[in-house]
């Protein structure tokens, strides 16, 4: 059975502190790992992927995939209160047209 | 920019009835989903199609059928709506490839059935 874990929070973070969250996996097959932001009262959008062979830095966000751990976290630097969201995990197994979701973690950014 | 359009945003409807969701893209995607959204079970995905006319079942099928006659059209039916079919309705479109697996999400169709 494929899952995938996230912690609900609400995790609450400073304005311009690291807000770091974390998404377990549970299959080593998994190719792919997802991050999605979800506004309350919005649909999922993506902010960015990596492969299983790397980390990955997009302006604030960085990706980060832990394999011998089974986990992969997102950071945000300088968070601001607009980054307060639920933060969605996806993770894709190749040849397989889905992708297994986590419930997502509320974060609020406190100024 | 990708779009992906769903047919309402918000649907009341009564126990029994049938119910309609149509979504559409215009990025040429093969691969479309349903999914539903339920406060603290994340996503949970009804039925995909990766080309027309083929579909197949997700995580929870039971009490949906899909329809997918057009590429740029996917269509949820619930035949007989009952409550605890209350739900977000979320439908995704894709490329097919490994590069470009990123879902593309419409704004979501909330359905509350009395």
């Known amino acids: 059975q494929k899952e995938v874990e996230q912690n609900s929070g609400p995790l609450s973070v400073p304005e311009g502190a690291i807000a770091s969250l974390n998404c377990t996996y549970s299959?080593?097959?998994?190719?792919?790992f997802f991050w999605y932001r979800q506004y309350s009262g919005k649909s999922p959008e993506l902010i960015m992927f990596?492969?299983s062979n790397g980390d990955k830095e997009d302006g604030r966000f960085t990706a980060q995939l832990n394999k011998a751990s089974q986990y992969v976290s997102l950071l945000i630097r300088d968070s601001q209160p607009s980054d307060s969201a639920t933060y969605l995990c996806a993770v894709k197994w190749d040849s397989n047209y889905q992708l297994i979701w986590g419930a997502g973690t509320k974060l609020i950014i406190k100024p | 920019d990708v779009k992906v359009t769903q047919s309402s945003r918000y649907l009341v409807k009564r126990t029994g009835e049938k119910v309609f969701l149509e979504c559409v893209q215009d990025?040429?995607?093969?691969?479309m989903f349903w999914y539903r959204q339920d406060p603290g079970l994340g996503l949970r995905l009804i039925y995909f199609s990766y080309d027309v006319k083929m579909k197949e079942k997700g995580d929870i099928p039971e009490g949906y059928s899909v329809s997918r006659e057009k590429k740029e059209r996917f269509s949820l039916i619930l035949e007989s709506a009952s409550t605890n079919q209350t739900s977000m309705y979320l439908c995704?479109?894709?490329?097919?490839?490994?590069?470009?697996?990123?879902?593309?999400f419409g704004p979501g169709t909330r359905l509350t059935v009395l």
């Open positions: 995704a479109s894709t490329n097919r490839g490994r590069s470009t697996d990123t879902q593309y």
């Open positions: 990025m040429d995607h093969e691969n």
């Open positions: 299959d080593r097959g998994s190719q792919s």
């Open positions: 990596i492969y």
